[in-house]
């Protein structure tokens, strides 16, 4: 054999594993499977990661990979765990958001609540969460820390519809709802009755806002705005199980 010969084959023998090694299939990142929404994907990634490594970051894009297939209830699941895992001062940012979220699909007012509060405390708190924050807060009467929040985070950052809608979806006083009211037109809050009256709520609050809903009876200025309202009142005397009042406003709305 000459000497070129046997040179050649020693260099192809050299580059025989870079060349395969190139060729081989990169590990799976989950973190790029997120950034490219390829969720489906990152489910079988990051479950198959965490089996074999019991990584806490495996957990937390597992659940993401959940939240965003729709799968919130196993989603909130593997975010607890995670909490568990990593401790409640560990956990990152990008996690607490997640668990915020979820907690507020699940209705966890108490995960939401604490969650919110160590992003404030850390000035991590943007609007959305600071408007979770305040849901929670005023779900569970704590009234005071509500309005602290709300004045803080929220006041200058809503228009008076968007006030207005917030306290409808908590449920809130019907004086304060009268109140961020009294600055919208008939048109307006006819509107938001119609919206709210599709919501389910509480038998007590219904009550109270179908009294406060009839004082616009006689507000209204068409005949679109007094059948809409009437269709309002319907759902919400269902809701306040006022049967007969029910019946009424149904029959009002037909008959327009």
């Not at 994907?41 to 965003?68: C, G, H, I, P």
């Not at 304060?176 to 919501?199: G, H, N, R, T």
Request: net charge negative; with cysteine.
């Amino acid at each position: 054999m000459n000497k070129s010969r046997m040179w050649m084959i020693l260099l192809f023998s050299f580059f025989i594993p870079i060349l395969l090694g190139s060729c081989s299939k990169k590990p799976v990142s989950l973190q790029e499977l997120a950034l490219q929404g390829l969720y489906t994907d990152l489910y079988v990634a990051a479950k198959e990661d965490f089996s074999t490594t019991y990584r806490s970051s495996s957990l937390y894009y597992l659940a993401l990979a959940q939240s965003r297939t729709g799968n919130v209830k196993d989603a909130f699941a593997s975010m607890e765990l995670y909490m568990v895992l990593v401790g409640e001062t560990e956990a990152s940012l990008a996690s607490r958001l997640l668990m915020i979220q979820l907690a507020v699909q699940q209705n966890q007012n108490q995960i939401v609540i604490r969650e919110a509060s160590y992003l404030e405390k850390n000035k991590q708190l943007d609007e959305q969460n600071a408007t979770w924050y305040y849901q929670a807060l005023v779900t569970l009467g704590n009234v005071k820390e509500a309005n602290r929040v709300f004045i803080t985070y929220l006041k200058d950052q809503m228009d008076k519809t968007e006030y207005a809608r917030l306290l409808l979806d908590t449920e809130a006083s019907i004086g304060e709802i009268s109140k961020a009211f009294s600055s919208l037109s008939v048109a307006d809050v006819i509107s938001m009755f119609d919206e709210v009256s599709q919501q389910s709520h509480s038998i007590e609050w219904a009550n109270e806002l179908v009294s406060f809903a009839q004082t616009y009876e006689k507000l209204t200025s068409n005949e679109t705005e007094a059948k809409r309202l009437y269709k309002a009142l319907a759902n919400l005397c269902l809701q306040a199980n006022l049967r007969v009042l029910a019946n009424k406003y149904t029959s009002l709305a037909q008959g327009m």
